[in-house]
């Protein structure tokens, strides 16, 4: 029998997630006693699930599609950002059995941005291309950030205009249809899955200029389609998903743990994984 504390990531399907890889990295690095498991979720009963794993002895869960709304429902203590999300990535089961909810989502892309590719949010022109959960999941961090304006365009304008009103309060943020956003963005980020078909959100090509940074929170082996359009537009500096991934994962370990593991040799090594 291993003493190391269970921890796992919890989805449907799941054999494909990366977050095993990352967690084990992490431990070995920091040298924690974490034991990391990959658990297939029943899609009918997700509470089932979870009581089970914490039977085994689990003290935590990241928590991936198609569950983070349930998981939000399983908790019942959550942070601000996870409130603000409606929907939670990383749960804590603590010794009072209680079950504590967050979202580490947002600060995995704000991280990402601002400390491994030294770009600041702070006063800058922000354009979010999409209004689905994975969206919502980056704003509060992301408005914390203090840009001087954030734009979401999306297919369903009404998604956008809805997501937009639901942050008012965290700054200024406003929502509209692809077709309807003008001028230039210092940051845009594609928040859309329509890369997963191939596509590209049908945006002016006038938001980008060559002083563009642009964020594809998809990755894959080779570069994302909006990448290489933005890449065509000779924007500044184009960033996958990868970093965002990889940051989430350090965010829960140290909420777990209370030890931040060294996130660049991980992101390095997953990335040469990836292209292998
Ligand atoms: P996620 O959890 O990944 O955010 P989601 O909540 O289903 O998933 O949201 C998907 C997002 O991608 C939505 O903004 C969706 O636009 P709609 O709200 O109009 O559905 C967007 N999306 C998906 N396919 C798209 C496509 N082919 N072109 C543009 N946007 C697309």
Redesign the pocket.
């Known amino acids: 029998m291993s003493d190391n504390d269970l921890y796992a990531v919890i989805g449907s399907p799941i054999q494909h997630s990366k977050s095993p890889w990352i967690h084990n990295e992490f431990a070995t690095q920091t040298s924690e006693s974490v034991a990391y498991q990959a658990v297939l979720g029943d899609e009918s009963n997700f509470s089932g699930s979870v009581d089970a794993f914490r039977e085994q002895g689990g003290q935590g869960l990241n928590v991936t599609v198609p569950f983070k709304q349930e998981a939000f429902k399983y908790a019942d203590k959550h942070s601000e950002r996870a409130l603000r999300a409606g929907a939670v990535n990383t749960l804590v089961f603590q010794a009072d059995g209680s079950v504590l909810a967050e979202n580490t989502d947002g600060v995995g892309i704000v991280t990402d941005i601002q400390n491994n590719h030294d770009v600041a949010i702070e006063g800058k022109r922000v354009l979010i291309l999409?209004?689905?959960?994975?969206?919502r999941g980056i704003l509060e961090p992301l408005l914390g950030q203090k840009p001087a304006d954030v734009v979401i365009a999306?297919?369903?304008v009404s998604?956008a205009v809805q997501l937009a009103e639901d942050f008012a309060d965290l700054g200024e943020i406003s929502g509209c249809g692809f077709e309807a956003v003008e001028g230039r963005f210092d940051l845009i980020i594609n928040?859309?899955?329509?890369s997963l078909?191939g596509?590209l959100?049908p945006v002016p090509k006038t938001v980008i200029d060559t002083q563009s940074v642009c964020y594809d929170m998809m990755y894959g082996a080779d570069v994302t389609v909006f990448n290489k359009w933005a890449d065509s537009l000779s924007a500044a500096k184009t960033i996958d998903g990868l970093g965002m991934l990889v940051e989430q994962a350090a965010e829960s370990f140290f909420i777990w743990r209370g030890v931040r593991p060294t996130t660049a040799p991980v992101l390095e090594k997953l990335r040469d994984l990836l292209k292998s």
Not at 191 to 194: M, P, Y
Request: net charge positive; hydrophobic share 30%; charged share 20%.
């Open positions: 999409g209004a689905g959960g994975a969206v999306n297919r369903t998604k928040g859309t899955s329509a078909a596509e959100p």
